[in-house]
């Protein structure tokens, strides 16, 4: 009786054993799986940021279309062009800007 109440221990033991070895294994691959995604995250934040420098970055066309958020001095610091209300007879009031004005502007670049 003793060897079979032995056995059932070592049964027991081994069984919270294995238990507490594949709750390890599952934290070990959630905190992989969560640093994935934390670095794959990271990477598409630093590739977006990239992406908008070298569109602030670049020439305004000539014809702009005015988006969500922008007001004319935006659009003027944007485009190198601080003559955009003289540039445009539609635009009576500069604070009447609204996204999809269609606006010219005029740099340097367009000049040439």
Known sequence: ????N??????????AIADAASCY???VLMALVLLTIS??????HANFVDSQRLLLSR???EIYVVGEGETLHTISD???DPF???NNPHIHDPDDV????????ITPSHLT
């Not at 009786?1 to 079979?4: G, I, K, T």
């Not at 609204?98 to 502007?105: E, Q, W």
């Open 98 to 105: 609204f996204p999809g004005l269609v606006i010219r502007i």
């Open 78 to 80: 944007k485009c190198g």
């Open 59 to 61: 020439p305004c066309d």
């Open 25 to 27: 294994c599952a934290l």
């Open 39 to 44: 670095r794959n995250s990271s990477m598409h």
């Open 6 to 15: 032995q056995r059932k221990g070592l049964v027991l033991t081994s069984k």
């Open 84 to 86: 955009i209300v003289e």
């Open 1 to 4: 009786m003793a060897s079979s």
